[in-house]
């Protein structure tokens, strides 16, 4: 049996139902032990925030999908959820992002070294529901599982280092296809084919191929973070929880940035390449305005939204391949509806 039982429920609705299996599930992995204020307290801030629980409901729609039940794939769920904040806390260091999820990131509150340790140690508890999949699906399939997790963690991290050296480095001429196959190893991987592939796994009990959801979650994973990066620039902060224009003074290399510097020219690409060698505190408001102006002038927030639906697009195609020998069912609706849903969110 599924999470999911009637038919059609809004993707906020499933997401909010799934989410509250993770919270309660996860929150038994969490030590209540000391020190509690310098490391178990701040282990527990950013998932008692609540985030949309993309990733794991994902995971346990694939696997309902498939046949399976939530809790063969609870643990392994979890594991994203933790792992997910793991990476939150680190990338908002290597950031210097001041807001998370409507509230001061956690290095804000605690300070770096205390958020560095509390980073570490959610990933550690991560690893604990992993081990607990050998009790629930035995040595075989827990070692399966647990490879997909090593393969998804390989291609984040080698996904964050180019992007961070992107930002050292401050290339002047990167396409498209530069940041597309930086979002296939930083978020496609880990936020849409990870969770797909695990959930496969589990549900078809290892009977599936599962390379036939790499390219389906490639261009859902596309869709979600070009919509990410586009309200950046024109989200509501009340609704979108991070630092509006925060990716701008970061200097994070969007489909948007790329493009105004590409089609910009003379003093203005001059002045947009001298942006682009600044460190975050070097860059004022007045720079950051002055830049989003410049987008606007060269159409560079259309364009990607532009290609954001044509991504969308491919996904529906894509999601049939997929999914075309499992049966009609709302986890498999679920899934599908989260293609339109990526582009339309407002969070």
């Known amino acids: 049996m599924t999470l999911v039982r009637d038919a059609d429920p809004t993707v906020p609705e499933v997401l909010a139902a799934y989410g509250q299996r993770i919270v ?78 409507g509230a001061p ?36 399939m827990a070692a399966l599982v647990a490879d997909e997790f090593d393969r998804m963690a390989r291609h984040t991290v080698e996904g964050q280092a180019i992007e961070l050296g992107w930002r050292r480095d401050a290339p002047v001429e990167l396409t498209p296809d530069d940041y597309l196959d930086l979002i296939m190893r930083k978020t496609c991987w880990y936020t849409t084919i990870h969770p797909l592939r695990v959930g496969a796994l589990i549900g078809s009990w290892a009977r599936t191929d599962l390379d036939r959801f790499v390219r389906f979650g490639f261009y859902l994973g596309a869709a979600f973070q070009i919509r990410d990066d586009v309200l950046n620039l024109v989200g509501e902060e009340v609704d979108y929880g991070k630092e509006l224009l925060g990716d701008l ?50 159409g560079s927030i259309e364009f990607a939204q532009s290609l954001g639906r044509g991504i969308a697009d491919a996904a529906h195609s894509a999601f049939e391949e997929a999914f075309a020998d499992v049966r009609d069912g709302p986890d498999r609706r679920f899934v599908e509806a989260l293609i339109p849903w990526m582009l339309d969110r407002q969070s």
Request: glycine share 8%; proline share 5%; aromatic share 4%.
């Open 24 to 101: 309660d599930a996860l929150d038994s992995y969490l030590p209540e032990t000391e020190p509690r204020v310098h490391l178990w307290d701040l282990v527990a801030e950013y998932p008692r925030r609540r985030g949309k629980a993309i990733r794991p409901s994902l995971c346990l729609a694939t696997c309902g999908a498939f046949g399976g039940a939530v809790e063969e794939a609870l643990p392994s769920a979890v594991a994203m959820e933790l792992l997910h904040h793991a990476f939150l806390v680190h990338d908002d260091l290597e950031d210097g992002s001041e807001l998370r999820r």
């Open 105 to 140: 990131t956690l290095h804000r509150v605690a300070g770096v070294p205390l958020a560095v340790n509390a980073g570490d140690a959610l990933a550690l508890v991560a690893a604990r529901p992993l081990r607990d999949n050998q009790e629930r699906l035995g040595a075989r």
């Open 249 to 298: 003074y970061e200097g994070k290399r969007t489909l948007m940035l790329n493009h105004v510097v590409t089609a910009s020219v003379g003093e203005e690409h001059g002045r947009l390449v001298a942006f682009l060698g600044r460190e975050r505190d070097d860059r004022s408001p007045d720079d950051v305005v002055e830049v989003l102006d410049a987008m606007r002038r060269h």
